[in-house]
């Protein structure tokens, strides 16, 4: 009898817990919490963090989030033009030497329409070598 009554006491204990926390935890329209308590400080988002995007396309592109070009790959907002491990396409990744540049792996040491970094082009018939137009 003593057994019962400490263990419907506990459940109480813990029902009245779960109700007091669920009152004073609301959630907002971006889905994150927020206390109504102010001696609950909301922590600050992550800048580095990962938008997710939930394959919805639309929502990369309406917030622009790395870009102009952004596409929902792995849950992520990406742009397909400049991201080296999902360049032109998602998980198209460039190799250990090639940089992606316009949606497509170039070499940067030896594209002459990307000679040293994306979309330095050299002139008319010279050369690009390690990264510089026309070295001698």
Do not use: W
């Amino acid at each position: 009898m003593k057994v019962m009554k400490i263990l419907i006491s506990l459940a109480i204990t813990m029902a009245f817990a779960i109700t007091i926390i669920t009152i004073t935890t609301t959630i907002d329209y971006t889905g994150t919490k927020k206390h109504q308590f102010p001696h609950c400080p909301q922590k600050p988002k992550n800048p580095r963090a990962a938008d997710h995007c939930h394959k919805d396309n639309e929502i990369c592109t309406t917030l622009e989030i790395g870009g102009t070009n952004t596409t929902c790959c792995n849950n992520k907002c990406i742009d397909l033009l400049y991201n080296d491990h999902n360049c032109g396409a998602c998980k198209k990744k460039c190799p250990f030497t090639e940089t992606c540049c316009r949606g497509e792996c170039v070499n940067l040491s030896f594209d002459k329409r990307h000679c040293g970094y994306c979309n330095n082009r050299c002139m008319t018939g010279g050369y690009c070598f390690y990264g510089m137009c026309d070295y001698a």
